[in-house]
């Protein structure tokens, strides 16, 4: 663990981060009203609960409709985000997600945040990612993710990133 300006509250580790995303939430809200909203919501918390919970993956933040996930090692946040993925697609869910995955080093902040270029990235493949779609830079991809395939979608300009991106997209194989 390397402290960064020698607070103990601030140091930098290797974590893999997810972003999801509710796709359409707020004109799904418009369409169907709050109640439906809430019970589109809950359903998404559930899932997502129970799956991060079978792989080891901690949700670090809910953010309206949409999560921050945590994964130590990168293939489990993988599984879990590819489930996810293919649990909406599948499922009557009134919703799709849309996502997006990075790993590197990131600043613990404070014990309980996470900052830097990686969170930034996997925040941005979120975004960009079309509904049903899971992003991650090629370079996530590891021989060792057994149950994940990636389909090359090819380098892309993300805002606040110098350089284009070679991204993928991850399915369960």
């Known amino acids: 663990m390397t402290f960064i300006t020698g607070n103990p509250y601030e140091h930098r580790v290797t974590r893999t981060i997810g972003f999801v995303d509710l796709s359409g939430f707020t004109h799904f809200t418009q369409e169907n009203g709050d109640e439906a909203a809430v019970r589109a919501l809950k359903f998404f918390r559930d899932v997502t ?3 991060c919970a079978r792989h080891g993956v901690r949700i670090a933040k809910w ?3 949409g999560a921050m996930l945590i994964g130590v090692e990168a293939e489990d946040l993988a599984e879990t985000m590819t489930e996810l993925r293919k649990t909406f697609t599948e499922s009557d869910a009134p919703l799709p997600l849309r996502a997006g ?3 590197g ?3 613990l ?3 309980d ?3 830097g270029s990686i969170v930034n990235l996997a925040s941005r493949l979120a975004d960009l990612a079309k509904p049903g779609q899971l992003l991650a830079p090629k370079d996530f991809v590891s021989a060792i993710m057994v149950n994940t ?5 090819g380098p892309v300009s993300l805002p606040g990133f110098p350089e284009a991106i070679e991204i993928v997209a ?3 194989s």
Not at 149 to 153: C, L, P, R
């Open 101 to 103: 995955v990075a790993t």
């Open 49 to 51: 609960r129970e799956i």
């Open 170 to 172: 991850l399915v369960q």
């Open 149 to 153: 395939e990636a389909i090359s979608i």
């Open 105 to 107: 080093p990131v600043i």
């Open 109 to 111: 902040f404070e014990g």
């Open 63 to 65: 953010l309206g409709d």
């Open 113 to 115: 945040d996470y900052i």
